[in-house]
Structures are given as C-alpha cells and as structure tokens.
C-alpha cells in the first residue's frame, strides 16, 4: 500500500466515524490527525482537547495552540489532574495506562455532552509494536486511533506532514514531561518543573532534539552523539551546571550513549512490560 491509498484508507476511516473529538497535543502525531480530520469532515465537525497539566510543558503548549490556529481547528483546553491519582504519581511501569484513562474518561464525557461520536487519539502504526501501556487504556475505552487504523507509519506521517506544510512536518518527538522520571521515583509537580525549565535552558543552547531524565538528585542529559560537544565545552558547561543546581539538582551528567527515545524503559524486564501491556 503506497502513502497515498494509506491517506485515502485515512479519509475513509475518519469519514465513517463521523464527528470526532481529537485528544490534541501538539506534536507530530496529533497535528496530523487533526489536520486530517478537518480536511476530511469539517472544521464544525472535530473539536481539539489538549489535556492542561503540569506534565504539559509550556512551550509544547504554545506551538499546539498555533498549529491548531493554521489548521483552523477549534481548541478546548481540559484539566486533567492525573497527578493527583497515587497509581500515576507512584511512577510504575503501567505510569502511561493511568494517564492515558484519565484522559480517555474526560474526552469521552466531553464527546457525550456535546454530541460528538468518537473519541480519536494520534497512536501511529509503529507506536503498535513499542512498548506503550496506554494503548491499553484506549482499548479499555474503546477511543479509536486511525492512524494506526490506516498502517500510518511515523515516517509516513512526516511526509504527509510537509506535503501539508505542517510546521510540525520535522518537529522532534515530545512526550509529556513524566517520561523524564525515572520509574519508581514519585511523579510530583514540582519535579516535572524542574525538567521543564532545564529543557527550556537546553533549548536556549540552541539544541533541539534532546532530553533531561530525572533521577532525584542527578539530571541525566542526552543529546544526539554529534552535540555532547556542545554541553561539555565551556562556557555551556558552567552555565549548565550552574542553571541545573540552581533549579534542585544536585549533580549533573552527560550521557555518552546518547539521546534515544525511551531510554528508561531499558532497565525494565520483559516481565514488567507485559505486565503493563
């Protein structure tokens, strides 16, 4: 199946469900959908929920509100207070199911009290072979992902992205915050501020595709292999570990493997995973 039929399935898949609320983040996965929908229903027939929470970092925020407004898609902002919830604080394995369905109650609501027929998430083809606990939660729910519908692979999505324009075309990934945490330290406001504003600092540097994994007391950055230059040679050095002490870390590392998606899960057993699955 080439790109174009796999859209076509797309528009096909999306035309059946009728009016659609799209859980909306901003990122690569969720614009597309919702660019998607709004080309193929209507923009009177698709509402965008970006779920408001401290996990939601401000500047992902900012560029979600601006993709939506070049779509043309009408925006309603949720709170979603998942970190008051103890099997998501407690930053287990299965973190993802509780924030996921936590979600997944408030747009399905949402989708009953203003006569929308789906609820429809930005779960791509390839997120179906990763390890991601909260597909589980949109199975329980019964929301639909027609991306992963239509064999849409991340790859695919991109492409589609930039024939569309779509600022969000070669956007890096951006998981929520809490992905940062490393598994069984406590999920709290405050530690999702503190990676929140050691990214932004990063992003000041001028890098771009990154992360800063939390581990109580050490931050642990990883950048692309080309760029450890970049955050061990002075003066960015200094003036990274005097921003990371300033905001609660105590120590400040650099890891030589490099930025790689999920990275945390790594220690994690098989066991564990399918137990969260």
């Known amino acids: 199946m080439n790109l174009q ?14 009016k659609v609320v799209v859980a909306y983040s901003g990122g690569v996965d969720s614009t597309f959908l919702l660019k998607a929908a709004v080309d193929t229903l209507g923009a009177e027939n698709v509402l965008a929920c970006i779920g408001i929470s401290a996990s939601l970092a401000g500047s992902q925020y900012d560029k979600a509100i601006e993709c939506a407004g070049i779509i043309g898609a009408k925006v309603d902002e949720v709170t979603v207070d998942e970190v008051e919830d103890s099997n998501y604080s407690a930053n287990k394995a299965d973190r993802c199911f509780h924030c996921k369905s936590h979600l997944c109650r408030i747009l399905l609501d949402i989708a009953r009290q203003r006569s929308f027929d789906h609820v429809v998430f930005g779960t791509n083809y390839d997120d179906l072979d990763d390890f991601r606990p909260g597909n589980r939660a949109m199975k329980v729910f019964g929301v639909r992902s027609p991306l992963a519908e ?3 692979t991340k790859d ?6 930039r024939q569309m324009n779509l600022p969000t075309a070669d956007m890096p990934a951006s998981p929520c915050l809490a992905s940062r945490i490393s598994y069984g330290l406590e999920v709290t ?3 999702l501020k503190q990676i929140e504003d050691a990214e932004d600092f990063l992003r000041t540097l001028g890098l771009v595709e990154f992360r800063v994994r939390h581990h109580e007391t050490i931050a642990r950055i990883e950048v692309n292999p080309a760029d450890i230059d970049k ?7 200094s003036q990274i570990i005097e921003k990371f002490k300033s905001i609660g870390f105590q120590f400040v590392t650099v890891d030589l493997q490099g930025f790689r998606s ?3 899960n790594e220690p ?4 564990e995973k399918q137990k969260s699955l």
């Not at 955050?231 to 050095?237: F, I, K, L």
């Not at 994690?268 to 066991?271: D, N, P």
Request: proline content about 2%; hydrophobic content about 30%; aromatic content about 2%.
């Open 262 to 264: 999920g990275s945390l």
């Open 268 to 271: 994690l057993t098989e066991e």
């Open 189 to 191: 406001e405050q530690r």
């Open 231 to 237: 955050v061990t040679t002075e003066p960015a050095r």
């Open 156 to 161: 695919d999505i991109r492409e589609l992205s």
């Open 5 to 18: 039929d796999k859209y076509n399935s797309l528009q096909e898949i999306l035309s059946r469900l009728g």
């Open 150 to 152: 239509a064999k849409l």
